[in-house]
């Protein structure tokens, strides 16, 4: 596996002294070193793709998951909140601001971002599911958790059988 990884980064090098400025080639060269667990020089590349294109939604959202990956929670939060300014269509985003303001112990907010995930996507079970999960763990508001989780189930979310019958109790 490992091999493969190498392999392209050695394709992109050449591909990136033919064309130098290309965003698309440091953001795929961080996709790669992502893959191969090789995070930090991950956002490395993230990051030089956003100097030469700062609007690139795809690498916003590759560097928070990065910086997420690496406990570097609020470059995450700043990383996610600049992808959705950038392109609000893209959900997964708003999920994982929403857990990483979790993370953060940001609970309104990570609620907050949760809810924009569905208002951009009604039908996203993740959404809800964790959404769910923090009426339940954090608010212990338990109707507003069983509406959630409801909703994920019925988008075909597997749910915890534990979390659904203290629910249903």
Known sequence: EMGKTDEALELYKVALDKDPQSSN?????GVALYGSGRIIEAIGAYTKALEINPKRSDTLYNLGVAYGATG????????YNMAIKTDASIIDAYINLGMAYLESG????????????????PDNAV????????????????????????????????????????LKA
């Open 25 to 29: 080639i440091y953001n795929n060269i």
């Open 72 to 79: 570097q929670t609020g470059s995450a939060i700043g990383a």
């Open 127 to 166: 959404a809800y599911n964790n959404l769910g999960l923090i009426y339940y763990l954090k608010k212990t508001d338990y109707p507003m958790s069983i509406k959630y989780i409801d909703n994920a189930v019925r988008l075909g979310c597997k749910v915890r059988p534990d979390i659904l019958e203290k």
């Open 106 to 121: 940001k609970v309104d907010e990570a609620i907050d971002a949760l809810k924009r995930a569905i208002r951009a996507d």
